[in-house]
């Protein structure tokens, strides 16, 4: 076992493990100094000291720097305030540029080193000649960076169609894959505006609980099979699988149909009528 500590280095971030440093107590959300291949970096932690197993992290396990003091915190502070303005500087040279691009966010490199731009473009961008004009305007060295549709709401944030912040800017340290075959099975509607996040990709929440509905098609019949019923014999119309109910259909006699619900486990039916465990999955969502 290993003595780590988890550090994130935004809201909803990627967790890092570090090494904590001999005699300090780390608490949640507590600002520290890290090194990573990028630098010294400022972050907070995630996940206070704790111990793992060795092969769940990437060795050699970098140690804190040290907990971040007032002087870190106020240059931090410093960096933050700059960024608006950064923004609209970089803003306007696109423009000028006439480059095909949307900025979307920048850091400062917590050693002054340099500047990082991120955006998004539907092509690739030739940017040379902009950098060039940044970094005379910005007397530091920078460096733009293409992100993806996903990325963007990652880091601006916005309210999703259910009324909470985007999983990905508030809880997702990581992108996980979704395909509309996750939307099949839990029998959503296929329009696009349905089940499509602000970034217009598939909404990440679809995989959430892809594991119930699988687990659940396992126990429950094929809708328009056949299945026996305290009633007689029936037709599956549709599957409630969060109740683990039957709907099924019967002739009424008169040419119609009755309708009604069941528990799954008071209906008989083959086994073999049962959802297929392995159906073929549409082209998956891929993380950008």
Same mark, same amino acid.
């Given at each position: 076992?290993?003595?780590?500590?988890?550090i994130?280095? %935004?809201n +909803? !971030? %990627?967790?890092?493990?570090?090494?904590?440093?001999e005699g300090?107590?780390?608490?949640?959300?507590?600002?520290?100094?890290?090194?990573?291949?990028?630098?010294?970096?400022?972050?907070w932690? #995630?996940?206070?000291?704790k111990?793992?197993?060795?092969?769940?992290i990437?060795?050699?396990? %970098?140690?804190?720097?040290?907990?971040?003091?007032?002087?870190?915190?106020?240059?931090?502070?410093?960096?933050? #305030?700059?960024?608006?303005?950064a923004?609209?500087?970089?803003?306007?040279?696109?423009?000028?540029?006439?480059l095909?691009?949307?900025?979307?966010?920048?850091?400062?490199?917590?050693?002054?080193s340099?500047?990082?731009?991120?955006?998004?473009?539907?092509?690739?961008v030739?940017?040379?000649?902009?950098?060039k004009?940044?970094a005379?305007?910005?007397?530091?060295?920078?460096?733009?960076?293409?992100?993806?549709?996903?990325?963007?709401?990652?880091?601006? !944030? !916005?309210?999703?169609?259910? +009324?909470r912040?985007?999983?990905?800017?508030?809880? /997702?340290?990581?992108?996980?894959?979704?395909?509309?075959?996750?939307?099949?099975?839990?029998?959503?509607?296929?329009?696009p505006?349905?089940?499509?996040?602000?970034?217009?990709?598939?909404?990440c929440?679809?995989?959430?609980? /892809?594991?119930?509905?699988?687990?659940?098609?396992?126990k429950?019949?094929?809708?328009?099979?056949?299945?026996?019923?305290?009633? !007689?014999?029936?037709?599956?119309?549709?599957?409630n /699988?969060l109740?683990?109910?039957?709907?099924v259909?019967?002739?009424?006699?008169?040419?119609?149909?009755?309708?009604?619900?069941?528990p799954?486990?008071?209906?008989k039916?083959?086994?073999?009528?049962?959802?297929?465990?392995?159906?073929?999955?549409?082209?998956?969502e891929?993380?950008e």
């Amino acid at each position: 076992m290993v003595k780590v500590v988890g550090i994130k280095f %935004k809201n +909803g !971030g %990627k967790l890092y493990y570090f090494a904590p440093r001999e005699g300090e107590t780390y608490a949640r959300n507590m600002p520290v100094v890290v090194e990573t291949a990028r630098g010294t970096e400022y972050a907070w932690v #995630a996940h206070p000291e704790k111990e793992i197993e060795e092969s769940e992290i990437v060795t050699p396990l %970098k140690p804190i720097v040290r907990i971040a003091t007032q002087k870190d915190r106020d240059f931090y502070a410093a960096c933050e #305030a700059k960024k608006p303005q950064a923004i609209r500087t970089c803003k306007e040279k696109i423009k000028e540029h006439g480059l095909e691009m949307k900025l979307v966010d920048c850091e400062h490199a917590f050693d002054g080193s340099k500047i990082v731009f991120y955006f998004t473009a539907a092509a690739r961008v030739d940017f040379r000649e902009l950098v060039k004009d940044l970094a005379a305007t910005f007397h530091t060295r920078i460096e733009l960076r293409q992100v993806g549709t996903r990325d963007e709401t990652k880091y601006l !944030g !916005g309210i999703a169609p259910c +009324g909470r912040v985007c999983c990905c800017a508030g809880n /997702m340290p990581e992108f996980k894959k979704v395909s509309v075959r996750m939307a099949k099975a839990q029998n959503l509607s296929l329009n696009p505006g349905k089940i499509s996040g602000l970034c217009g990709r598939l909404m990440c929440c679809l995989g959430y609980e /892809m594991e119930h509905y699988t687990e659940a098609a396992k126990k429950l019949p094929k809708v328009g099979s056949e299945v026996g019923t305290p009633d !007689g014999k029936a037709t599956v119309a549709s599957l409630n /699988m969060l109740k683990m109910e039957v709907r099924v259909k019967q002739e009424d006699g008169a040419g119609g149909w009755v309708f009604k619900d069941f528990p799954a486990s008071e209906l008989k039916y083959k086994r073999n009528n049962a959802q297929p465990q392995n159906e073929e999955e549409d082209d998956e969502e891929e993380t950008e």
